[in-house]
């Protein structure tokens, strides 16, 4: 219940903003709620296609999490030895 009334949350200060709902940010909502550690796009896009069965491009999971992170929705962390950038859902927004 504590995940609906956050997307809830999300979507509705999104609509606020101007942005309509989109089915695709909610999968990798689902799938940051559901991670406890931070985790990268490519990750979040495997997990959409293994949980949710639903094709999703990469480039759909970068621009989706930069929109996030622009709302403080999520945290992003540079991992240097990787070179890679990984997210975590912001639980406190």
Known sequence: MIKDSYLNKVKYMLKQSGYRNSCKREYILKVLLKSTLYI????IKNKIYKDFNIKISLATVYNQLEL???????KSLILPKKRKKVY???RIF
């Open 88 to 90: 975590v859902i912001n």
């Open 40 to 43: 990268c796009a490519q990750e």
């Open 68 to 74: 996030l992170e622009s709302f403080s929705i999520v």
